[in-house]
């Protein structure tokens, strides 16, 4: 039986999370929560909230702050980290998590969907760190941004999506060399193809998986609690030397 690590740094440690309230994010709003971090999340799928707030309550865990909002108004998206960050009286940890991995044909993708795309999957993660750094420089803290090892791999199909996540890993980079000085570290993770009730019900086929099992070193699934076992070590004091660095987590795929 697994048994993971417990860190005493993140009780009572301030953490926002884009995309809280499903996949990767709930496991996220879970693992923090679990480990006595006062946790605040975003999210458009307001019923999903409420229910993971359910879970957490009958797990013994306090419900966390919430507000539902689409992440592309980048007014509400400050607005709701600065509130937070007033209701908990501080912000130690961001984790941009929110991402729209939706297919699209480069040559029928007009504008203004490569404008949306290029919104929810990199424009939000630098507005929400820009928010967050303003309020992490008097103490410094950690920025976790999701990219994706679809920015080295560059599978057809999803060119915005290839294209924010790779700009991600760069952004990354540029925020942790300019903010260092100021105690704040920033990290980048790229999960392969993690095991979500989206991806199982949009395009992890059992061929798919198959397909995937073939091509990685460990021959299991990639869970969301694996992805946020990693975002606990990037947030908790064990990582305060590490910044500018990119993590792959995939099984060994790349």
């Avoid at 458009?44 to 539902?68: H, K, M, Q």
């Avoid at 949306?116 to 750094?133: E, G, K, Y």
């Avoid at 570290?185 to 193809?193: C, F, H, S, T």
């Avoid at 606990?232 to 987590?249: C, K």
Wanted: hydrophobic share 50%.
């Amino acid at each position: 039986m697994n048994q993971f690590a417990t860190y005493p740094s993140l009780a009572g440690r301030r953490v926002f999370i884009t995309g809280g309230a499903s996949g990767i994010g709930a496991a996220l709003v879970t693992a923090f929560s679990a480990q006595g971090a006062v946790v605040g999340h975003v999210d458009l799928d307001a019923p999903s909230a409420a229910a993971l707030a359910e879970r957490l309550a009958g797990s013994g865990l306090p419900a966390p702050w919430f507000r539902a909002l689409d992440v592309t108004d980048t007014a509400a998206l400050q607005g709701a980290i600065t509130d937070f960050a007033a209701a908990a009286g501080g912000l130690d940890v961001l984790i941009n998590n929110v991402a729209n991995d939706s297919r699209h044909d480069p040559l029928d993708t007009g504008e203004a969907q490569w404008r949306s795309l290029m919104a929810v999957n990199l424009d939000c993660c630098f507005f929400a760190a820009q928010a967050a750094i303003r309020l992490m420089l008097a103490g410094g803290g950690s920025i976790i941004n999701f990219s994706s090892i679809n920015a080295l791999l560059g599978p057809a199909g999803m060119p915005a999506y290839v294209a924010a996540k790779a700009a991600i890993v760069g952004l990354t980079k540029a925020l942790a060399r300019q903010y260092g000085s100021d105690g704040i570290r920033v990290n980048a993770v790229l999960p392969g193809w993690v095991v979500t009730d989206r991806q199982l019900e949009l395009w992890l086929t059992p061929e798919a998986e198959a397909q995937w099992t073939e091509q990685v070193a460990l021959k299991q699934r990639i869970l969301p609690e694996d992805v946020a076992n990693l975002a606990l070590f990037l947030a908790a004091d064990d990582s305060r030397m590490i910044t500018s660095q990119s993590f792959v987590i995939d099984g060994g795929r790349v």
